[in-house]
């Protein structure tokens, strides 16, 4: 059966090699929005092999932090499957079984050379201006002839023998036909008995069954040695997508030594919520019918079509993220706020203690990680008016003065002490002085907050309560009037 008549089964496969790259949840989104349009099966990979730059503890947040995402796949380390194991560690004997038929076949070729020697020949190349490749110094030659030759190491590695003047061509289904440089004589199994991606890739995805490779672009020019591997070894090709990468606002590929936004986990820390950070993705190359902005995965994975995905490298614009992740907190009611917002608030404050200013916090947040600030003042002891921002907001000293202890005053009165009479307070205290609403309440607002910044002021008193919100206004009257 021909991968285009199997049940359309794709994969992602991240490497533990720190914390996950929001490129991995970018190739998650893909693979399972077409998986889940054709019906068909999403299988989730550990590529541990590079056991130089593994990461303890980073399988586990790969699966936690997609998960967070909202997405499931049905075979992994984590849910087991029929093509088990799914870590390539555990995978060793396969990948040598197929590194040996290939080198019995004449496809592949052992070389003992040191990598002294090929960083050598790498830079002569260089400096001649000719395409950089291995130099086929061991091919044709026994263990003991290559042993009387400079640049020799004891255990080998195992290349592939790509043949001359050998053009691959594929149709990719986001860029049509593309015919990527020729393939060289790449390495597939390194001398520690550890597969290369190169091998372990087109390995796994035929013993589990992948049909579709959704994969980012950057992968092009590897994709004639898979193809190439594949034909050799007489195992059904899949059909290729090559995504468009990520890129910074200066068009450069997106990395976490450039970027912190490259971190999964850095969306969760500054309180991005999931489905606003999907919607974002989603729209990192691809376009809904009638323009489309905002969007569930579902509606993505009814609409999907790769012809949809422009191939051009979308810039991943934070201010863009900001603007839906601020409309997806608007749409949630008051407890599910509370709820995002409870692990973002400043130390001594509950959820309790904000529920009052759940409607203009919601208004005013576009991610999480905001409310510390905007609730400094609330979990303060106590605040200080800076005498500029009362110059430039305020009335002037002595009338700030006799309006604060007279809000003060009648504020202590009310009982109940609720938003309406609160309001009701501060109106008349207002009308009856003759002064400037708007610098009138400014006042009160430095007093309670110490910026001229929060809150509507009723909605601050109200989270304050009458105590402190009493204390903080004779305070600052004290101190002007001193």
């Not at 591997?229 to 090709?237: A, S, V």
């Not at 009638?290 to 509606?299: H, K, L, P, R």
């Amino acid at each position: 059966m021909s991968t285009s008549e199997a049940p359309v089964r794709t994969r992602i496969a991240p490497s533990p090699t720190g914390d996950p790259h929001v490129g991995t949840a970018y190739a998650a989104l893909f693979n399972l929005a077409f998986a889940r349009k054709h019906g068909g099966e999403f299988i989730l990979r550990i590529e541990d092999t590079d056991r130089t730059r593994y990461v303890e503890g980073s399988e586990q947040q790969v699966f936690d932090t997609l998960h967070w995402l909202g997405f499931s796949w049905d075979q992994g380390p984590d849910v087991g499957g029929p093509a088990a194991p799914y870590r390539q560690s555990e995978r060793l004997p396969v990948y040598r079984e197929v590194a040996e038929r290939l080198l019995a076949d004449g496809h592949a070729y052992q070389c003992w050379c040191s990598s002294e020697r090929l960083a050598a020949m790498r830079t002569r190349q260089q400096q001649l201006k000719i395409p950089t490749g291995y130099d086929r110094m061991c091919y044709g030659k026994t263990r003991e002839e290559r042993a009387e030759l400079p640049g020799f190491t004891d255990v080998p590695v195992i290349r592939m023998l790509a043949p001359a003047d050998t053009k691959v061509s594929f149709e990719d289904l986001i860029r049509g036909k593309i015919t990527p440089p020729e393939p060289d004589d790449q390495v597939i199994l390194k001398a520690d008995g550890f597969p290369t991606y190169h091998l372990a890739v087109v390995v796994d995805d035929n013993a589990m069954g992948v049909t579709h490779v959704i994969r980012g672009e950057e992968w092009i020019n590897s994709t004639p040695k898979h193809i190439l591997l594949y034909t050799w070894l007489g195992w059904p090709i899949p059909t290729y997508a090559h995504m468009p990468l990520l890129r910074n606002v200066d068009r450069s590929k997106i990395s976490k030594r450039k970027n912190p936004a490259a971190r999964l986990k850095w969306f969760q820390e500054e309180g991005y919520l999931p489905e606003a950070l999907v919607n974002f993705l989603a729209l990192m190359g691809y376009s809904m019918p009638e323009g489309q902005e905002i969007f569930t995965f579902d509606e993505m994975v009814e609409s999907f079509d790769f012809a949809r995905v422009n191939p051009v490298g979308p810039v991943f614009d934070i201010d863009k993220l900001n603007w839906l992740n601020g409309h997806y907190l608007r749409a949630l009611d008051d407890e599910a706020f509370l709820s995002a917002a409870e692990p973002f608030l400043p130390a001594g404050l509950t959820r309790d203690d904000i529920r009052s200013l759940v409607v203009p916090l919601r208004e005013r947040t576009k991610k999480l990680i905001e409310i510390p600030e905007q609730l400094d003042w609330l979990a303060a002891e106590s605040v200080d008016i800076q005498p500029a921002d009362l110059a430039k907001h305020g009335l002037p000293a002595p009338d700030a003065a006799t309006q604060l202890e007279t809000f003060a005053k009648n504020l202590e009165q009310l009982d109940p002490f609720d938003k309406e009479q609160i309001t009701a307070a501060l109106d008349r205290v207002v009308a009856e002085s003759g002064l400037n609403r708007r610098r009138s309440f400014m006042t009160a607002r430095l007093a309670l907050v110490g910026k001229p910044v929060s809150p509507p002021l009723d909605d601050t008193i109200v989270a304050l309560g009458a105590a402190r919100t009493v204390a903080r206004l004779r305070r600052a009257a004290a101190g002007i009037a001193s």
